[in-house]
């Protein structure tokens, strides 16, 4: 399946020298079914994704410990090194096998991804290792950008069984992206929701 690039307004006609990751672990145990084939616009958000993040970026990449779903898109899929750890062990799957030093993940529970909050965000990553976008005290780990850089913290807590993502990010450079910056792209908190029950997802969609 060739996955077409979108008519976004903006867009820019150069990919950025980074890896975009598509992370499509996770149970769905809430949502019942794979959050990643929910269909938007008459589309699956892993179509959708894919096609902003192929927009974006050189070379794109999947996290999923279930390949075969995903060989119709003719995207590397990359499986977690011990299953079972949450999405820190993909982001570390995946970071370790991008072939640049950065790497920008999103969910598969986001529907509203757009190229030009990410192109944002890679502008302010000189200087830092983690470009993670914040509203108010709410972190978004998983609509950001890593370096390879933060591949020793990330092993460290998997190693202590210290799961959640923030847990690492007191040992890298992080450039918090507030609200108010993203909010020229339009509504920050719409573009960073994610779902986890068929309740969250129609509310959101229906909007």
């Known amino acids: 399946?060739?996955?077409?690039?979108?008519?976004?307004?903006?867009?820019?006609?150069?990919?950025?020298?980074?890896?975009?990751?598509?992370?499509?672990?996770?149970?769905?145990?809430?949502?019942?079914?794979?959050?990643?084939?929910?269909?938007?616009?008459?589309?699956?958000l892993v179509e959708r994704s894919l096609a902003v993040l192929s927009s974006v970026f050189e070379e794109v990449l999947i996290s999923s410990n279930e390949p075969a779903l995903y060989q119709a898109y003719g995207v590397r899929v990359v499986q977690d090194q011990v299953s079972g750890k949450g999405p820190l062990a993909g982001l570390a799957a995946g970071l370790g096998a991008a072939r640049f030093d950065a790497a920008f993940f999103t969910a598969c529970d986001m529907p509203f991804v757009r190229e030009e909050l990410i192109r944002y965000l890679w502008r302010s990553l000189p200087g830092y290792e983690i470009v993670v976008p914040r509203a108010g005290e709410v972190v978004h780990p998983?609509?950001?950008?890593?370096?390879?850089?933060?591949?020793?913290?990330?092993?460290?807590?998997?190693?202590?069984?210290?799961?959640?993502?923030?847990a690492f990010y007191s040992s890298c450079r992080v450039r918090y992206v507030l609200a108010e910056e993203l909010?020229?792209?339009g509504d920050a908190a719409k573009m960073l929701a994610n779902v986890n029950t068929p309740e969250e997802w129609a509310a959101l969609v229906g909007n």
Request: proline share 7%; aromatic share 12%; charged share 20%.
């Open 1 to 44: 399946m060739r996955i077409t690039r979108p008519d976004l307004e903006g867009s820019q006609a150069f990919p950025l020298p980074a890896t975009g990751i598509f992370l499509a672990g996770g149970t769905n145990s809430r949502m019942g079914r794979n959050k990643a084939f929910l269909e938007f616009g008459g589309k699956p």
């Open 142 to 166: 998983l609509h950001a950008f890593y370096r390879k850089s933060c591949l020793p913290a990330m092993e460290e807590n998997l190693r202590a069984g210290r799961y959640k993502i923030i």
């Open 183 to 185: 909010q020229a792209f």
